[in-house]
């Protein structure tokens, strides 16, 4: 098993940015791919970003391509989640997820452990 932790959560103005961190302290991430998943209140949760074991292959869902960077630092066991332009519409519960597959899993389904989730609240 791989233990998560997510941090970098808050609040900001339409137009800011927020970096988020998981960081896996007692595992090796490296052997994962992650995910970040966001819940905004009284809807699904649903995959934003995701990225394979070596960090070289990333995916990101349409709304949030140009404006959200995923990547990953090794050295650090650490998955980062660079957020510019946010808009209200990105508000909610972001949750880092890990799973030990090869290639790139974009599925919620595909993904075994998750972290405790941190929020983010954009205001207009």
């Known amino acids: 098993q791989v233990q998560l932790k997510e941090s970098g959560g808050g609040s900001v103005h339409d137009g800011g940015s927020l970096r988020l961190s998981c960081v896996a302290p007692?595992?090796?991430?490296?052997?994962?791919?992650a995910a970040w998943l966001r819940q905004a209140p009284g809807k699904e949760r649903e995959i934003v970003a995701a990225i394979n074991k070596s960090g070289w292959t990333t995916y990101l869902i349409d709304p949030v391509k140009g404006r959200f960077k995923i990547s990953r630092d090794h050295g650090k066991n650490t998955v980062y989640l660079q957020m510019d332009s946010l808009k209200p519409e990105d508000t909610g519960v972001y949750f880092c997820a890990a799973a030990p597959l090869s290639g790139l899993p974009i599925r919620r389904e595909e993904y075994t452990y998750w972290g405790q989730g941190t929020q983010v609240t954009v205001s207009s």
């Open positions: 007692g595992g090796d991430f490296s052997a994962y791919a």
